[in-house]
């Protein structure tokens, strides 16, 4: 299985380590044919992108694209769900000028208003101790994803299920009626084969990711790969394989 893009990239505009142009380098290097920048959206604490910078980003890929012709730039985001009712915290005039949207569940956000804050951010937290609070913070985790893919067009949901539980089923479903794909994510272990089988009953497709911080580690899609095999996927499941 060969992949031609890695889609899921950060620099120093959120938390990552290197430049736009650092991590372009690297994804030359490793021999892919495009690579994407995808930062936090500004609802993430102390991670969050300025929504200016996103302008200064897709600035900056522009330039680059004049440089590195020999490999695709794209301008991208991993948005935060910031409400149940599936809100953004990039606006659409913004997303709209992304070649792809990516958008993902993270318990450490500000919601869009103190009772969202409360469901993402504070009950997320108790579930860990709380067992009780498990289907009740799974149904809404799912529902607010679900909610957010009726609202916008996402192209790749990320690490569904990391820090905050999802019915991979029923996500899966929602998803592939949507054209959006869900990332097997190679920067974090939480993803297992069972889930992958579970969300390709449901005929989702499904994006390999590395979550790079550090541009040595764009590209680094291994893991993703051997999960992806291990479940039974094959290139026409994969929206990034050759």
Not at 94 to 102: A, G
Not at 169 to 175: E, F, V
């Amino acid at each position: 299985m060969k992949l031609f893009a890695d889609f899921h990239t950060h620099t120093k505009y959120s938390h990552g380590k290197g430049t736009v142009k650092e991590n372009v380098y690297s994804a030359l290097k490793k021999g892919l044919k495009a690579v994407g920048i995808s930062e936090h959206g500004p609802n993430n604490i102390g991670v969050g992108t300025n929504l200016k910078d996103f302008e200064r980003i897709k600035k900056e890929i522009e330039q680059l694209k004049k440089e590195f012709k020999e490999i695709d730039i794209l301008f991208g985001c991993e948005a935060n769900v910031i409400s149940l009712e599936g809100d953004l915290d990039i606006p659409e005039e913004i997303l709209e000028q992304m070649d792809y949207v990516m958008v993902g569940l993270h318990p450490q956000i500000w919601g869009k208003s103190i009772k969202d804050t409360y469901h993402i951010l504070i009950e997320n937290y108790l579930v860990k101790t709380i067992n009780t609070y498990l289907q009740k913070v799974m149904k809404q985790n799912t529902q607010a994803l679900i909610n957010a893919m009726e609202r916008y067009k996402i192209d790749i949901i990320t690490h569904p299920g990391l820090h905050m539980p999802i019915d991979t089923g029923i996500l899966a479903k929602k998803a592939a009626e949507k054209g959006t794909a869900l990332e097997i994510n190679a920067g974090h272990d939480h993803t297992t084969v069972e889930y992958i089988r579970i969300a390709k009953r449901q005929g989702v497709k499904f994006a390999l990711g590395s979550d790079a911080h550090e541009p040595e580690r764009v590209g680094e899609l291994s893991r993703a790969i051997k999960l992806a095999k291990e479940a039974g996927l094959t290139k026409t499941d994969i929206i990034n394989a050759l």
